[in-house]
């Protein structure tokens, strides 16, 4: 079975600082990984997904992610965050076949302080 | 990217009676639908995943019979929540994939239902 751990519930940081959001995932076999972004009751939307190829992925909204297969991680990580990045951060995980149903992360509540 | 389109965004019923959530996917055939719900302040939990035509598989420990899906169609699928009671109340969110590997899933807006 496959599983997302999100360690970080809350991320505090300061406007115009750099952030790192921690994903880690367990699977024995091959995943997609994505991250999401939700705003207070919406729908989730696309930042960024790793598929294959390079590992250093780019998004939406200056956001990147490394894909990390030796330490099974996927971290979301932004140079500089402005204070309409403050939102809830999903990583998720879908299998490479199969169902590909899509398991998430607990989140992580990114808000940028002023 | 693709569109899914999620209706009603919010939603108040009364204790007892069925509510429906309909998902469509609006310039895309969704062969895989997944509906989910998501508490306060947790992450998405899946709830069952339906591919047109068929049955839908729901996840461990979610009542069929409370939770009715249908996937009847390419672009349709619905989410009937069956005499509701305030415990149901929750953001419940449905996403689609198209066919073919490396097709990511699209979500939709969320419904905000609320049973008083």
């Known amino acids: 079975a496959q599983s997302v751990t999100q360690l970080d519930s809350q991320v505090p940081v300061f406007e115009e600082a750099p952030v790192e959001l921690r994903c880690n995932y367990s699977?024995?076999?091959?995943?997609?990984l994505f991250w999401y972004v939700q705003y207070p009751n919406q729908g989730l939307q696309l930042l960024l997904k790793y598929l294959s190829g390079s590992t250093l992925v780019k998004g939406i909204n200056g956001f990147e992610a490394e894909f990390n297969k030796s330490q099974t991680s996927f971290h979301l990580r932004k140079p500089s965050v402005h204070i309409s990045d403050t939102a809830e951060y999903f990583c998720a995980v879908t299998l490479t076949s199969g169902t590909y149903k899509y398991i998430f992360g607990t989140g992580t509540r990114l808000k940028v302080l002023a | 990217g693709a569109v899914v389109s999620q209706h009603p965004s919010r939603v108040i019923c009364k204790s007892g009676t069925s509510v429906k959530i309909e998902c469509r996917s609006l310039?895309?055939?969704?062969?895989?639908m997944f509906w989910y719900r998501q508490f306060p302040k947790q992450s998405l939990m899946l709830m069952a995943t339906?591919?047109?035509?068929?049955?839908?598989?729901?996840e461990q420990g979610v009542e069929k019979d409370k939770f009715l899906i249908n996937h009847a169609s390419l672009t349709l699928s619905t989410l009937t929540v069956t005499s509701a009671h305030p415990e149901d109340s929750s953001f419940y969110i449905c996403?689609?994939?198209?066919?073919?590997?490396?097709?990511?899933?699209?979500f939709g807006q969320g419904t905000r239902l609320t049973v008083v």
């Open positions: 996403s689609a994939r198209g066919a073919g590997v490396n097709t990511e899933a699209f």
């Open positions: 339906s591919n047109e035509g068929s049955k839908a598989t729901y």
């Open positions: 310039d895309f055939q969704a062969t895989t």
């Open positions: 699977s024995s076999v091959s995943v997609y």
